[in-house]
């Protein structure tokens, strides 16, 4: 496609539920990322692939979140158990990869978690 | 792991007046230094990026400075203009190994008419 499109663009769920975010990066970009925006506040890193290598798991906040990609291309993010805290725009972005360069970020999904 | 520190977390400039914004890393391996623009409600869009290997790099009305011995970088807006408010990030990467992309908190400039 011509970006990186993400959805839902907006989701609103009940405290424990579990929810998945998905994330389809620009077509030949072999890295991906995850990151999270809460109110008025800056990007937090929370995992990192790139081709077929493991994941950079770093950034996840706790064991509910999760992510996979399939087949080096679509991700999707798991939260389980949401909690208000989880309440956040979730911002996909991938790159070339191989080396550094510009982040192409999707439009985000907001999360609001009653 | 990386840490970035960015400052100011908000900045009210004249239009036409320069503004700076400042960025601090922790990681001696981080050699890639972009800034990412993201105006209200939309995505942030990479503005500008230096690497470890120049002092300074310039583009129109905006530049980069990187320090490297003192770990910090900055970005400067001369001349600025209304459509210059937004929400700025700073990032610091390695250039090899693990690319991740460690983000300042954001600084939010505000360009008065």
């Known amino acids: 496609g011509a970006g990186v499109s993400q959805s839902p663009s907006n989701k609103v769920t009940e405290k424990g539920k579990d929810v998945e975010l998905r994330c389809d990066p620009i077509s030949g970009h072999t890295a991906l990322y995850w990151y999270r925006q809460s109110l008025g506040q800056g990007l937090e890193f929370l995992i990192y692939?790139?081709?077929?290598?493991?994941?950079?798991k770093s950034g996840l906040p706790s064991d509910r979140f999760s992510a996979e990609r399939t087949g080096g291309s679509v991700s999707t993010l798991t939260i389980q158990r949401t909690q208000q805290e989880d309440s956040a725009v979730y911002l996909c972005?991938?790159?070339?990869?191989?080396?550094?360069?510009?982040?192409?970020f999707g439009e985000g999904s907001r999360l609001t978690v009653l | 792991g990386e840490n970035v520190e960015q400052h100011p977390s908000t900045l009210s400039v004249q239009e036409g007046d320069s503004a700076v914004i400042k960025c601090t890393y922790s990681d001696s391996a981080s050699n890639y230094f972009p800034w990412y623009k993201q105006e209200l409600g939309k995505r942030p869009q990479l503005i500008i990026d230096i690497r470890s290997n120049v002092g300074e790099k310039k583009d129109q009305r905006i530049a980069v400075t990187l320090n490297k011995t003192a770990k910090h970088f900055s970005l400067h807006i001369t001349e600025t203009q209304p459509e210059d408010s937004a929400v700025y990030f700073c990032?610091?990467?390695?250039?090899?190994?693990?690319?991740?992309?460690?983000f300042g908190t954001g600084t939010r400039l505000k360009v008065l008419a």
């Open positions: 692939f790139q081709g077929n290598s493991a994941p950079d």
């Open positions: 972005a991938s790159s070339r990869g191989q080396s550094t360069g510009e982040l192409f």
């Open positions: 990032a610091a990467s390695p250039t090899s190994g693990t690319y991740k992309y460690i």
